[in-house]
DNA sequence: GTGCTGTCATACCCGGCCGGTATCACCGCC
DNA sequence: GGCGGTGATACCGGCCGGGTATGACAGCAC
């Protein structure tokens, strides 16, 4: 069974990325002779070839495609296992945990004090970051839990604690007429004249095609809807985020969203483990 | 930022799990001396303590846990990358599916004739395996995707697609007084005296305490209950598979089960992506 | 055609690191 | 205090990763 040692794996993603070995030991800051040599040694011991060197130029084969990703994925995890190691021995007890701005704040103040009022509490850093930020800083370790929200944030490779389900709400400037209604359905509020239902980034922080301006956080969509230029849709918890100038009218047919606790599985550290129990019994 | 080499992992794992130089090292095939030399290189490297050289043996520190885990994880990745470039290169256009015997064939029948009616047809050879194997199968690289149920696999991990939501049904043996219902609700079966309800494994394949026959599979279930010996639970599609010494009635208040298509993420496989898109389409 | 350029592969050398042996320092224990 | 057993240290040798020089070959200009 052939081992793959990550100096390799490294060598063979930077010349899958440049396709072109001088440039690739140039980026990799050695010699374009003995990366050939690697590259070559790699296919030796995997007994397959990963590039085609054609006249024209070094292209991927297709297994060479498959490794390019589980190798990149692999590095990404050595990468994280180091960081994590090293953040478990700088400060033990303690956790990072990653959040949006905007994710409801009763909830986290919750947890965070369940975990203090618990039998051994961790010392829990809370950082905020960006729409789709924390799946990143998970998988690379620089965060141990994040608070994310299913079906919106892509929560691909990860253990997961469910926390909290809610309703989407509506959300329109305080002075329109559909304002006053107890109710909305998601068809309604596609069909208001002049007035497009604001976007979010899907997982892959590109935007379904549509009117609405695209937003990425909940700032901005508060503007646009306090300015009368849209309305948009938000977890129910939101509410409390929002200013005298919006209305919040329950959607009735929209799917639910679920706040949930996500880890990286094989964390067996633990403050996660403890803080993923005191979770569960919220 | 310090970089970590498999081989260095391979050595850290093993002395964690022996927690004995000399015995992981003779494990390893090298002498003692070398490991020693490697581990505190690569706490060096790291600049953490992974293990307490004590008097009396070698534990653990809590970084070392953290990094045990993490250091498992890549390793399991980096042999899976291999396997999974090695299969790519063997067998191109050809995808390894695995599912438990007993999951739902017509649903496995129609995803199989819709990618043989797609543009660009895969190859795809179908592997039955037990409980709980699908998910290792699946990580260790011997298989490209996987049919699983949530919430009874552990789909930690993976990437899914969900296919089928059905209800569970509650199975009886044929002349019990409760087969002539037209539904039942978990409380009930549970309260049937003398008939227990049989218990599926848990995601760690543990069992959850209580009076029932722990089974493994749809035949072991089959057969104690057209014993007489117990009640089970199953997803509805499992009725084709009962026997005329079954009564199939459904439960109201049951979990619904889903049936999804789930493979590694980051497995940028066209042969995978295409099937994933067929499979959304069902 | 003949250079010229630029590609990757080959040949060969050197130094560092991995691994081996021998030994030490230390502890627990009859 | 020997003795067995632990991991750490010292030192040495061979291998392998990396460097330089060069080769083989295609594309192109003329």
Redesign the interface.
């Given at each position: 069974?052939?081992?793959?040692?990550?100096?390799e794996?490294?060598y063979f993603v930077t010349v899958a990325e440049e396709l072109h070995f001088s440039r690739a030991a140039e980026r990799l800051g050695i010699a374009q002779p003995p990366l050939s040599r690697a590259i070559q040694q790699l296919e030796r011991r995997?007994?397959?070839?990963?590039f085609d060197r054609d006249r024209r130029g070094v292209t991927l084969?297709?297994?060479?495609?498959?490794?390019?990703?589980?190798?990149?994925?692999?590095l990404d995890?050595?990468?994280?296992?180091?960081r994590?190691?090293?953040r478990?021995?700088s400060s033990?007890r303690s956790l990072t945990l990653v959040t949006k701005a905007g994710t409801n704040h009763e909830l986290l103040r919750e947890l965070l004090d369940a975990n203090a009022a618990g039998p051994d509490p961790a010392e829990i850093e809370v950082l905020l970051c960006g729409m789709g930020e924390q799946a990143r800083m998970l998988r690379d370790g620089r965060a141990d839990v994040a608070l994310m929200h299913r079906p919106f944030d892509d929560l691909?490779?990860?253990?997961t604690e469910d926390l909290l389900t809610e309703q989407l709400i509506a959300i329109l400037p305080a002075g329109h007429p559909l304002a006053a209604r107890t109710s909305l359905t998601t068809a309604e509020i596609n069909d208001i004249p002049d007035l497009p239902v604001a976007r979010w980034p899907r997982h892959d922080a590109t935007y379904e095609p549509g009117p609405g301006p695209e937003i990425h956080d909940q700032l901005q969509l508060a503007q646009l809807i306090a300015l009368g230029q849209a309305v948009g849709v938000n977890c129910a918890s939101a509410r409390s985020a929002l200013w005298s100038a919006h209305a919040a009218i329950p959607l009735t047919d929209s799917p639910t969203v679920t706040t949930v606790l996500a880890w990286p599985?094989?964390?067996?550290?633990?403050a996660v483990a403890a803080l993923v129990r005191t979770a569960a019994e919220l």
């Open positions: 069974m052939p081992l793959l040692e990550t100096r794996l490294r995997l007994g397959v070839t990963l084969t297709g297994a060479g495609r498959v490794l390019l990703g589980e190798a990149r994925s692999v995890g050595a990468a994280a296992a180091a994590r190691a090293r478990a021995a033990p691909a490779g990860f253990d599985p094989h964390s067996r550290s633990l």
